[in-house]
T-cell receptor, first 115, second 114 residues
Framework: AQSVAQPEDQVNVAEGNPLTVKCTYS??????LFWYVQYPNRGLQFLLK??????LVKGSYGFEAEFNKSQTSFHLKKPSALVSDSALYFC?????????????FGPGTRLSVLP | DVKVTQSSRYLVKRTGEKVFLECVQD?????MFWYRQDPGLGLRLIYF???????EKGDIPEGYSVSREKKERFSLILESASTNQTSMYLC?????????????FGEGSRLTVL
């Protein structure tokens, strides 16, 4: 079965510093990987996805993610963090079983960017 | 701009009440989903639907049912609400094609069962 792990419940970083939010996955076939962000009392917003091709994927708000097949990881990164990046971040993998429709989410990582 | 709309942002119900959560999308998506979000557990799939009148159980369907009579509308029903169903409920939709398409989420419905 597909699964996603986010090993850190909380990540703290100073404004202006680079940030990394970690994600590892387990799938039986080719992975389709996604990052979402959730601001307080809001739904999830799509940031970026990896389907195939270049291992470095660029997304919204200056975020990027690096796909590493040998380490089964898909870490989210940003070169310079903003206070407004503080939110809950979810990594997800598309499960191509069950009619190819389901997504499996990680438990989420809370990012706090300190001024 | 694409949109998934959940009818109620906040609800307070009593144990044993029947609860309806409505979700409408304007993107002509085939797939619709109901997730439950609890701290530390991430998002857990309750039910999803890949076509009108079609539904599939997710990971935690017990205590819930769904209805999809029209393509744009997907309803989650709690037949007899219990306190352990207090949670944030998220509706989402996605196109059937491409299969690599992302999910689009509504703003969520926070349900409290007393």
């Amino acid at each position: 079965a597909q699964s996603v792990a986010q090993p850190e419940d909380q990540v703290n970083v100073a404004e202006g510093n680079p940030l990394t939010v970690k994600c590892t996955y387990s799938v039986s076939g080719n992975p389709y990987l996604f990052w979402y962000v959730q601001y307080p009392n809001r739904g999830l917003q799509f940031l970026l996805k990896y389907i195939t091709g270049d291992n470095l994927v660029k997304g919204s708000y200056g975020f990027e993610a690096e796909f590493n097949k040998s380490q089964t990881s898909f870490h989210l990164k940003k070169p310079s963090a903003l206070v407004s990046d503080s939110a809950l971040y979810f990594c997800a993998v598309r499960d191509m079983l069950n009619y190819g429709q389901n997504f499996v989410f990680g438990p989420g990582t809370r990012l706090s960017v300190l001024p | 701009d694409v949109k998934v709309t959940q009818s109620s942002r906040y609800l307070v119900k009593r144990t044993g009440e029947k609860v309806f959560l409505e979700c409408v999308q304007d993107m002509d998506h085939e797939n619709m989903f109901w997730y439950r979000q609890d701290p530390g557990l991430g998002l857990r799939l309750i039910y999803f639907s890949y076509d009108v009148k079609m539904k599939e159980k997710g990971d935690i369907p017990e205590g819930y049912s769904v209805s999809r009579e029209k393509k744009e509308r997907f309803s989650l029903i709690l037949e007899s609400a219990s306190t352990n169903q207090t949670s944030m409920y998220l509706c989402a939709s996605s196109p059937k094609s491409p299969v690599t398409g992302e999910l689009f989420f509504g703003e969520g419905s926070r349900l409290t069962v007393l």
